[in-house]
């Protein structure tokens, strides 16, 4: 098992505006392809206008088959070219494998 973790920073005062643009064109079709939403989370302390989201797969070869599949559907590719990125500042993207005794694995 591995969990991705993806971090947006949203412009100051956007993250919302972001959300909910997400929520409406984005997550429907994540859900359907990608793996286990673990969590959907906004900063309130330290780095502000953040938005984090937590997804889990099997394996790389999983999550790299699961977004491939997603590239394919054409209301994937509405969200990407209607997004508004202007919002944005940066994405990062993590991966992290959990230790032996992690509760979560």
Same mark, same amino acid.
């Given at each position: 098992?591995?969990?991705?973790?993806?971090?947006?920073?949203?412009?100051?005062?956007?993250?919302?505006?972001?959300?909910?643009?997400?929520?409406?064109?984005?997550?429907?079709?994540?859900?359907?392809?990608?793996?286990?939403?673990?969590?959907? +989370?906004? @900063?309130?302390?330290?780095?502000?206008?953040? !938005?984090?989201?937590?997804?889990?797969?099997? *394996?790389?070869?999983?999550?790299?088959?699961?977004?491939?599949?997603?590239?394919?559907?054409?209301?994937?590719?509405? +969200?990407? @070219?209607?997004?508004?990125?202007?919002?944005? !500042?940066?994405?990062?993207?993590?991966?992290? *494998?959990?230790?032996?005794?992690?509760?979560?694995?």
């Amino acid at each position: 098992m591995i969990v991705e973790e993806r971090t947006y920073t949203a412009q100051p005062g956007k993250a919302k505006e972001w959300l909910d643009y997400y929520e409406k064109h984005a997550f429907p079709i994540q859900q359907k392809y990608l793996g286990r939403c673990l969590g959907f +989370f906004t @900063t309130e302390l330290g780095t502000l206008n953040q !938005i984090v989201h937590l997804w889990v797969y099997d *394996n790389l070869a999983h999550r790299e088959s699961a977004r491939a599949k997603m590239a394919q559907d054409p209301d994937w590719h509405k +969200f990407v @070219t209607g997004s508004p990125v202007h919002l944005l !500042i940066k994405q990062e993207t993590r991966i992290l *494998n959990p230790t032996s005794f992690s509760p979560l694995k």
